[in-house]
């Protein structure tokens, strides 16, 4: 009875959430089908399953991928198609601070770990092949810089001009912020869930845990200073807030929490996931990656 109740709440509130939402200036919200990003995510699903199916076979590229493997890939592309064609899509680009805070965590710290740990080691040897590629590519990975390229990359977008201009333009910087918070992040989760076999930065199990637990400094500290701000820092949102029952500083707590506690619970649960492999690893394999 209570579901019921609120379900029924929420139907007889739908009318006035709509009027508040014209009001504002704010069109309806639902699914946005963008083609390029559609495209994208299709390109990307279709050619793993092909390269880890069919291909792989025909060339003996190396063993199969676990299902658990190919699972944690898909999911790291579902979690794209929910940021950028959901309804969260509409709700960050027009609505809530907070909704734009979700959809990039789920950019930062779902998909790209997700991608990485659905990639086999043989499939991201072909992706960076040895040579001048590879060489750059694993000195864009040191921890070090790896660390400095994702926070600093998300330290700087979310600085009030850049974020309120990467909402105005839509289809210019908006998309250049997306595609760098994803690409950062590759970089920025490399140190620790490296795929390359006998690469040469490889970390160690107790310095993969190191170097994620340095990593939820910048996290918290960025948090903290939206979570905490006594002034409106992004006043691109107007006063859309109120329609969902926000004040527009709500708003603004709530997406500094939305940065806070996930972005420092998923690097958490990584620590202990290595620490526990490292832990309860054959001594002969305790520095290894995982598969």
């Given at each position: ?5 609120l ?9 006035e959430?709509g009027?508040?939402l014209h ?10 089908w963008?083609p ?7 390109i ?11 291909l ?5 590229w ?7 493997q ?16 959901s ?5 960050a680009?027009?609505y809530?601070f907070s909704a ?8 930062t710290f779902?998909?790209?770990p ?15 092949p040895?040579g ?7 000195k ?25 201009a990467a909402?105005?333009s839509?289809?210019?910087l ?11 992040a590759v970089?920025g989760?490399?140190p620790?869930?490296?795929?390359l ?8 199990q107790?310095?993969?845990v ?6 939820t400094f910048?996290?918290t ?13 992004y006043p691109?949102y ?5 329609a ?8 603004q ?20 996931v ?8 054959p ?8 598969a």
């Open positions: 009875m209570p579901l019921l109740a379900r029924d709440s929420g139907m007889r509130n739908m009318p959430l009027v508040a009001e504002a200036g704010k069109g309806s919200i639902g699914f946005v963008e390029t990003v559609l495209i994208g995510l299709a990307l699903a279709g050619g793993y399953a092909l390269v880890v199916g069919p792989r076979r025909r060339n003996q190396g063993e199969p991928v676990s299902m658990a190919q699972a944690a890939f898909y999911a790291g592309t579902l979690a794209v198609f929910i940021a950028l064609i309804p969260l899509d509409t709700l680009d027009e809530l734009h805070m979700a959809q990039h965590m789920l950019l779902v998909a790209p997700l991608w990485l740990l659905g990639t086999p080691a043989w499939l991201a040897a072909k992706i960076i040895a001048v590629i590879r060489r750059g590519f694993e864009l990975t040191y921890p070090v810089v790896a660390f400095i390229v994702f926070n600093g990359t998300m330290w700087g977008w979310h600085i009030p001009a850049a974020y309120d909402l105005k839509e289809y210019g908006h998309v250049l912020e997306h595609v760098m918070f994803m690409a950062t970089i989760w490399w620790a869930l490296n795929r076999p006998d690469a040469s930065s490889r970390l160690a107790p310095m993969k190191m170097y994620l637990f340095a990593m910048p996290c500290a960025l948090a903290a200073l939206i979570t905490l701000s006594q002034t409106r820092l691109f107007g006063d859309a807030a109120l969902f029952g926000l004040t527009p500083m709500a708003d707590v709530l997406g500094g929490l939305t940065m806070w506690l996930p972005g420092d619970m998923i690097l958490v649960a990584a620590m202990i290595i620490l526990r492999q490292w832990l309860f690893a001594s002969e394999g305790a520095a290894a990656t995982t």
